[in-house]
């Protein structure tokens, strides 16, 4: 199947730095990628769709100033958590999709974010 | 998008059991795909099965699909303690609409 992969893998910050997760896609070219969050034994939360070179769409109550999203490229979408907080250590998972076919939803390891 | 919902929440069987879990959608789906999450992962992509199939298997794995009641099932066979995860299923509405997640069955499987 498709591989996404994330970096990093894990990541512990200082209150008020700014955290960047990349995701990419390595064998396909995705047309759309989304944003995931996940807090301790809970489902995952969409946080945003991005489609390559436009803005993303925020879901309801996710600030787009604090999670900034770019899809530069068709293999890659990054997400900066700007002045993060210990509120916002979380579980980050990103997806992606190639637009053809089936329209699968191939899904990173994730990215475990830990604001101290 | 819709969300599909997954039924029940949680369950534990032994191992060599068969598990079967179910997952209920609103609205008319062009596919149904089903996840894995072990904990601290991200998703595995299990199986994807079209609106026009019945039935289909990958190994282990059995899915169905009901249409006329919105609703699929995951079946699996033979069950392993390496089958301890969470299943999610996302129906896709087609239209690369966003896909979102219900809560999940959490599967124990005790050696």
């Known amino acids: 199947g498709a591989v996404v992969s994330q970096h990093p893998s894990r990541v512990i910050c200082k209150s008020g730095t700014s955290v960047k997760i990349e995701c990419r896609s390595l064998?396909?070219?995705?047309?759309?990628m989304f944003w995931y969050r996940q807090f301790p034994k809970q489902s995952l939360m969409l946080m945003a769709t991005?489609?390559?070179?436009?803005?993303?769409?925020?879901e309801q109550g996710v600030e787009k100033d604090k999670f900034l999203i770019n899809h530069a490229s068709l293999t890659l979408s990054t997400l900066t958590v700007t002045s993060a907080h210990p509120e916002d250590s979380s579980f980050y998972i990103c997806?992606?999709?190639?637009?053809?076919?089936?329209?699968?939803?191939?899904f990173g390891p994730g990215t475990r974010l830990t604001v101290l | 998008s819709q969300q599909g919902e997954e039924d029940p929440q949680a369950l534990s069987i032994q191992e060599g059991e068969n598990a079967t879990m179910n997952c209920s959608y609103k609205?008319?789906?062009?596919?149904l795909q089903w996840y894995r999450q072990n904990s601290g992962r991200g998703l595995v992509h299990l199986i994807l099965?079209?609106?026009?199939?019945r039935e289909k298997h990958s190994g282990r794995l059995r899915v169905t699909l009901d249409t006329s009641k919105k609703s699929s099932s995951l079946l699996i066979t033979a069950s392993r303690a390496a089958d301890t995860a969470s299943y999610f299923c996302?129906?896709?509405?087609?239209?690369?609409?966003?896909?979102?997640f219900g809560t999940g069955t959490k599967l124990q499987v005790i050696p």
């Open positions: 997806s992606a999709r190639a637009g053809l076919g089936d329209n699968e939803q191939f």
């Open positions: 064998d396909f070219q995705a047309t759309t």
């Open positions: 991005s489609n390559e070179g436009s803005k993303a769409t925020y």
């Open positions: 609205t008319s789906i062009n596919n």
């Open positions: 099965i079209r609106s026009n199939e």
């Open positions: 996302a129906p896709d509405s087609g239209g690369y609409q966003k896909v979102t």
